[in-house]
């Protein structure tokens, strides 16, 4: 019978049998220690998603995103420091330990972007932000990775100088093959330092228009007044003229009032004070004026502008309801007939009729 001591002090591949002992314990214990501490602090970002200090939800964040992968490459780390393993082994192990530790660092940075981004878009609420989001977290992405793979590989011993010259020459030839993409990624980096729009926004683009739903990065999604979605490249939405109704802080509108040629002229005068009159009676308005302002073909025209003091589409029609009704009823005191055969004008483009 083999004594105890004499057996752990038997060698196998160039240790003792005690030494792979201490390595197995050692792996056994990480490789459970570990995924449990990351899966009772992905429970606790669960139960609690927001705490009062951003260091431990950023902590708990990056728990959440470590690798089974880089758990099991620890494990196996800690488990070979009892043992002493061939020059060509330990190289190897390094180099997958390397590869493994930089494939876990870009996943916890990509994870740390991304908490930050949502964490000012959900303090800031800012809807420039919003809708710049993916098209932040898709730069910021592709420099990360770059990064994780370029600083990979020079920690492996490749010679990084030459790999990025020779990149450069193939990044041309790429680029002029997929110009058109690269165009529509370019143009969404433009909308997104320059803001000429929002989520949120209205806009009327030549013969379409919608409310902006996602500013994406090849295209920008609209939602139409009919309902359904209309999606245009971004490179194409920067060449056309964008009327954004987004930005309107209130509504100018011009309007005119027909009336026939048989008007007594005394009640022509008092025409332009009863409109400018019914005009101030509403509320949220700010009165301009009110002319006799041309001779029609058919009809006297009086011209009146008002400024609604808000961007509300339904707003303005209910003042203008009013005010149509307020004009029929005054000039049906006073016996002023309207005439029924000078043509109107169009309405006000981008109105949501």
């Known amino acids: 019978m083999i004594e105890p001591e004499r057996l752990l002090g038997m060698e ?15 792996f056994f214990v990480t490789f ?17 998603p927001v705490h009062e200090h951003m260091a431990i939800d950023l902590a708990l964040v990056l728990a959440s995103r470590t690798t089974r992968l880089f758990l099991l490459a620890v494990a196996i780390w800690v488990g070979s420091l009892p043992l002493q393993l061939p020059d ?8 997958a330990m390397l590869v493994v530790l930089w494939i876990q660092i870009g996943l916890w940075a990509v994870a740390a972007v991304r908490f930050f981004l949502d964490r000012r878009r959900g303090v800031q609420a800012d809807k420039g ?25 020079d920690n492996l011993g490749v010679e990084v100088t030459a790999l990025i010259a020779g990149l450069g020459i193939g990044g041309i030839a790429v680029a002029l093959a997929v110009q058109n993409v690269l165009g529509d990624l370019f143009a969404s980096l433009s909308i997104t330092l320059d803001k000429p729009f929002v989520v949120g926004d209205f806009l009327v683009i030549d013969k379409d228009m919608g409310t902006v739903e996602r500013i994406g990065v090849k295209s920008t999604r609209l939602r139409s007044l009919d309902g359904e979605q ?45 409109l400018a009159g019914i005009v101030r009676e509403q509320q949220k308005v700010r009165f301009d004026r009110s002319h006799f302002a041309r001779y ?53 483009r981008g109105d949501k009729e």
């Open 12 to 26: 196998f591949l160039g240790n003792t049998v005690l030494s792979w002992l201490f390595a197995a314990a050692a």
């Open 32 to 48: 459970t220690v570990l995924p449990l501490v990351r899966g009772y602090l992905s429970a606790m970002r669960k139960r609690k």
């Open 88 to 95: 060509r082994v330990e190289k190897i192990e390094n180099g």
């Open 129 to 153: 932000l919003a809708g710049s989001f993916d098209i932040i977290l898709f730069v910021l992405r592709l420099v990360i990775w770059t990064l994780v793979l370029l600083f990979a590989l």
């Open 230 to 274: 209309i999606i245009v490249s971004n490179a194409d939405l920067l060449k056309s003229r964008l009327h954004n109704f987004g930005r309107m802080y209130e509504r100018r509108v011009a309007f005119t009032v027909s009336v026939r040629y048989e008007t007594p002229l005394e009640t022509m005068k008092e025409i332009p004070q009863l």
């Open 296 to 348: 029609g073909d058919f009809a006297l025209l009086f011209e009146v502008v008002y400024v609604v003091l808000s961007p509300d589409f339904n707003l303005y029609m209910d003042i203008q309801q009013a005010i149509n009704l307020r004009i029929f009823e005054e000039f049906g005191k006073r016996n002023i007939v309207f005439s029924y055969r000078e043509r109107q004008p169009a309405p006000l």
